[in-house]
């Protein structure tokens, strides 16, 4: 009988995909399985992830795989989405919803928080995060513990996302620095400790002290003993091979939705006028500060390609033109503020947050073709400047793009010519925070150059015919 191939387990749950894969020793991936799952409703009325079908589906996969013979586990590691709690009682089960991030939050409640602790500058600059309502996931605790004190007397302890990945194999209550650091509003950065707020309201009595990322705790689950990881944030986990192989200081472009520059060589204190600009920190594997910036560019091409699909009977889904180095050289000379894009998805996002009720106007456009040119070309200026916000005063030399994006050869070529002096980078990881959660599990066991591999990176060159690109869009 053949011997088992050792591997880790890693559940990779994102809020619209939810994955369980194995790495090889040499964190190749050997098996994958991927699904969605229908979402639930909250009291309210919103949509709420459904926790116990996310159980239930993680179990099963685990198990079908724990009795094949074809792998051995040997570790799991859990990587989830951010500005999510799971707030367990005495029986050990949640006992609310998981509230989503996108649901409204009340601006007066809010506001009394901050009027508390030295007015909303002071607790944006402590807790190094912009006021972002529900996605700081620390005030949903202030929010229950105000709206719905019986149930805030209900909970015993409150776990982010990933360590409730965690727990659910391990029976333990952790937090890990990459969760607490995701613009939670509960860590005050200064200190370098939970924020006073926590304490003062009753709450950190509830949350687990933080432990190193890297921490492993052998559990037997199944009858089978396993080295179990306490979970981590998938922003980070996305990071943590770039932060492993890299020598020289570099940021990575995470694209998707939200396209998140991700600083780790900026030690600069964020002002608030950067937080007014969507800028704040995250902490990475090794529990240091990562200078972040924000801009919701997926999301607004995903909307102006639909809109610009309608009005032009192409395709809705995708972009329907090859680079036209003709037509992006006469956009950039005529540089027409009529034609110039306006956000409507990303408008209170990035580095120009101004709310606008206007629709961008595309009847001024002789084509599809033109409309397209100008789209990418204005969103590639805004998210170089949403880049330089994360760069700070200390030049960069590389930029490594990941996610959906660095398919998109227009927009990274668009990039690289706007960045002049820099190196361009794609990276074709195709699941970059599960890597990252498995990688935390065995960084002592790689070699770089082994790592390196699986990065896919390639240099993007500007057009040839275009040039460096001077154009702004503010």
Excluded at 186 to 206: A, I, P, S, T
Excluded at 376 to 404: F, H, M, R, W
Excluded at 445 to 464: A, C, I, S, V, Y
Aim: negative net charge.
């Amino acid at each position: 009988m053949a011997s088992k191939l050792p591997v880790t387990a890693i559940f990779d749950i994102g809020k619209t995909n939810k994955k369980f894969l194995l790495f090889d020793e040499f964190l190749s991936v050997v098996y994958e399985r991927s699904d969605t799952l229908k979402e639930t409703i909250d009291e309210d009325g919103f949509s709420s992830e459904n926790v116990q079908l996310l159980k239930e589906w993680m179990f099963r996969e685990f198990e079908a795989v724990v009795h094949e013979q074809k792998f051995k586990i040997e570790a799991i590691n859990f990587s989830g989405y951010g500005a999510t709690l799971v707030h367990i009682g005495k029986n050990g089960e949640p006992v609310t919803p998981i509230y989503n991030y996108l649901k409204p939050y009340p601006e007066k409640l809010a506001g009394e928080l901050y009027q508390l602790y030295g007015g909303r500058e002071t607790f944006a600059l402590e807790t190094a995060s912009p006021p972002m309502g529900m996605l700081n996931s620390g005030l949903q605790l202030y929010r229950i513990k105000k709206e719905k004190p019986d149930l805030f007397r209900r909970i015993e302890k409150t776990l982010h996302l990933p360590q409730y990945l965690s727990y659910l194999f391990t029976g333990r209550f952790m937090a890990d620095p990459t969760s607490i650091g995701c613009h939670t509003a509960m860590w005050n950065f200064k200190e370098n400790r939970y924020h006073r707020w926590l304490n003062d309201e009753g709450v950190l009595q509830m949350l687990p002290s933080p432990s190193p990322v890297q921490t492993v705790i052998e559990e037997t689950v199944s009858g089978k003993t396993f080295q179990t990881g306490i979970g981590i944030h998938d922003s980070s986990a996305a990071l943590a091979p770039y932060l492993t192989v890299f020598n020289e200081p570099f940021i990575q472009l995470s694209t998707g939705t939200w396209s998140i520059s991700m600083n780790p060589f900026n030690a600069e204190p964020l002002t608030f006028e950067e937080l007014k600009r969507d800028c704040l920190n995250y902490i990475n594997i090794y529990s240091k500060p990562v200078k972040a910036s924000r801009f919701l560019m997926g999301g607004e091409y995903a909307h102006q390609l639909k809109r610009m699909g309608r009005y032009f009977e192409r395709d809705p889904d995708q972009l329907d033109c090859t680079p036209d180095e003709a037509l992006l050289q006469k956009l950039i000379r005529s540089n027409d503020s009529e034609k110039k894009l306006i956000l409507e998805q990303a408008d209170t996002s990035g580095p120009y947050p101004v709310k606008r009720d206007e629709e961008w106007d595309l009847s001024r456009f002789h084509s599809y073709d033109e409309a397209a040119h100008q789209l990418l070309l204005d969103l590639a200026s805004i998210q170089v400047d949403s880049l330089k916000l994360a760069e700070g005063g200390k030049k960069i030399p590389q930029i490594i793009i990941t996610g959906g994006f660095a398919k998109n050869q227009f927009f990274c070529r668009l990039l690289a010519a706007m960045l002049p002096g820099k190196s361009v980078y794609t990276a074709s990881v195709p699941e970059a925070s599960a890597l990252g959660a498995a990688l935390v599990l065995k960084q002592q066991t790689l070699t770089n150059d082994n790592l390196k591999k699986h990065l896919g990176l390639k240099l993007q060159q500007p057009f040839e015919g275009v040039g460096e690109i001077q154009y702004s869009w503010a």
